[in-house]
Each structure stands twice: as structure tokens, then as C-alpha cells.
């Protein structure tokens, strides 16, 4: 008799994940084909489709990720078509700056509200100037109350973003920097080891 007890083999969660994720990423990436065939960017199509802004280089990978966090953190919606419009005069590599933006998602935002708003306080010591003023005295009812709280919440939170997309902006235009500087430095390094061994083997 077989044994009906057979524990069937664990499912690699963290690979379906990752591959859910690249999926997900390459279905939301903007492409060179999808662009030319916008109509909404038919009249200046040709200006993202120019070459300089698909490659990557040690310049235009750095800001392409500073200028996706930028777009990221400040607009609220459509991050990627912004960051995509703004690549364009400052040179940045489109696809980097497109997918620097995913950092702000529908699963990532509750997060990140919360933070932005913990920062704005701490920078601007809202809590201390404002605690049990509201910020239109005459505005006594709760409705006035609560709208009190809001705008000043509200304008806390936009703060917090804005220090988020500066801080963020320039710590992954250093990081990208150096990191493209070392991966290139690698390969060449990796091709100069590969020519010592081929001279070592004809001699």
C-alpha cells in the first residue's frame, strides 16, 4: 500500500513573488512602441523616442532615479508620465526614471503618508507651535475643529513628501552614481583579467 501521508513539496512563495512583481513592472514600464503610439503623445512623440534618452550612462542613469524620485514622492498621480515629460530636458535615462517611481505604490503610499507626516512634524515642530490652537481662532464649532486639523495636517504631510523627495532624490543619485561607477569598474577589471589569461596561455 502507498503511503497516502506524502507532505507535498513547499511552494517557493518568494520566486512567484519576485516574478509576480517583474511582471507587474514590465506590464507598467513605459516602451519606445507604446510611447510612439500614444495619441495623447503623437505630437511630441519623437522628442522621448530620441536614443540619448534609452541609454545608460553614467550620467543619465543617476538622473533618471533622482528625477523618478522626485516625481515619485511630489505627484500624487500619474508619477511615471511626469517623470517620463521631465527626462527629457535634463537628459535622463526614461526607463530608470520610470521605474524609480514604482517606490510610491497603492501598497507602499499608507506607508509613506504616515512617515511624510511623522517628518513634517519633526521638521517644522508643528505639534508644539499649534497644540490646542486652532489656526483660525474664530473657528470655534467642530466642524471648524476638524478642518483645522485637516488643513494643517494636510500641509505637514506635503511637507514631509517634499523633505522625503529631496533627501531620497539625492541619496539615489550618489548611490547610482557610485554603484555605476563600480559595476563598470568591474567589467573592466573582469576583461582585463580575461586578456592576462589569454596572453598567459600563448606564451
Known sequence: MGNHN??????????????????????????RAGMANNK???PISHRFLRSDLWRFTRRSVPRGVALGMLAAFLIPVGQIFV????ALPVRANVPVAALTTFITNPFTYPFWIAAANQIGKFVLRIDAMTFGQPLNTQMRS???EWLSWFVREAGVTAFGFLCLAIFFAAIGYLVSSFGWRWWVGRKRLKRLDALKLKRAEHE
Open 6 to 31: 506524502i507532505v507535498p513539496p513547499p511552494k517557493d512563495w518568494g520566486a512567484r513573488t519576485i516574478r509576480r512583481i517583474v511582471t507587474w513592472l514590465n506590464n507598467s514600464m513605459p516602451t
Open 142 to 144: 467642530e466642524f471648524g
Open 83 to 86: 517623470a517620463v515629460f521631465l
Open 40 to 42: 495623447s503623445l503623437k
